[in-house]
């Protein structure tokens, strides 16, 4: 394994993570997708909020009168949260796809006596599971983005504020979400 590049190792273990737990509907530990059109936020100390694909908002059952442009944006946080949960478990996948390649690379490097190529081998898969998981982060951060917008446009969701800057920042660094 000292052939990986240390930076695709946290990629690839998101990505296995990620692929793991795909079978929930856990988007991130504090949001998930309730069905295909709503998505659940969880705060500490007050009841769930709902955001719907249309870009209406209940928080604890009862429902939040928004203008228009508070609409739009909530529909655009659900958009961005169904869009990382998508871009999730294709990098869970991709990582699952990834780590049988290394596997079989490794065993057939050992029993044709062909070590010398599996560090590259392993290396381009690994890449492309980094990019992948850089889709999330970005993913990430454009959540977090419209996360600030809908709470300065909206206080009751200021509680369900659940994903700060250095969530994102981990993610960018090699973290990944």
Same mark, same amino acid.
């Given at each position: @394994? +000292? @052939?990986? /590049?240390? #930076?695709?190792?946290?990629?690839?273990? #998101?990505?296995? !993570?990620?692929?793991?737990? +795909?079978?929930? /509907? +856990?988007?991130l530990p504090r949001i998930s997708m309730v069905d295909d059109a709503h998505i659940a936020v969880h705060? *500490?100390?007050?009841?769930?909020?709902?955001? +719907?694909?249309?870009?209406? =908002? #209940?928080?604890?059952?009862?429902?939040? #009168?928004?203008?228009?442009? &508070? &609409?739009?944006?909530?529909? /655009?946080?659900?958009?961005? !949260?169904?869009? =990382?949960? *998508?871009d999730a478990i294709a990098t869970g996948k991709a990582g699952m796809r990834t780590a049988g390649k290394a596997i079989g690379s490794v065993v057939s490097g050992l029993v044709n006596?062909?070590?010398d190529k599996i560090g590259g081998k392993v290396e381009a898969e690994a890449a492309k599971v980094e990019a992948a998981a850089l889709t999330v982060c970005r993913d990430l951060s454009a959540i977090q983005a419209e996360? !600030?917008?809908? !709470?300065?446009?909206?206080?009751?969701? *200021?509680?369900?504020?659940?994903?700060?800057? *250095?969530?994102?920042?981990?993610?960018e660094r090699g973290g990944h979400a």
């Amino acid at each position: @394994m +000292s @052939m990986i /590049r240390k #930076a695709t190792l946290p990629a690839l273990l #998101a990505a296995v !993570v990620a692929a793991c737990s +795909s079978e929930g /509907r +856990s988007v991130l530990p504090r949001i998930s997708m309730v069905d295909d059109a709503h998505i659940a936020v969880h705060a *500490r100390g007050v009841a769930d909020a709902v955001v +719907s694909a249309d870009g209406t =908002l #209940a928080i604890g059952g009862h429902g939040v #009168a928004v203008t228009a442009q &508070q &609409q739009e944006s909530l529909k /655009r946080y659900y958009a961005g !949260v169904a869009a =990382l949960h *998508r871009d999730a478990i294709a990098t869970g996948k991709a990582g699952m796809r990834t780590a049988g390649k290394a596997i079989g690379s490794v065993v057939s490097g050992l029993v044709n006596g062909d070590t010398d190529k599996i560090g590259g081998k392993v290396e381009a898969e690994a890449a492309k599971v980094e990019a992948a998981a850089l889709t999330v982060c970005r993913d990430l951060s454009a959540i977090q983005a419209e996360q !600030v917008f809908i !709470v300065g446009q909206l206080e009751a969701f *200021r509680p369900y504020a659940v994903i700060d800057a *250095r969530s994102v920042a981990d993610c960018e660094r090699g973290g990944h979400a």
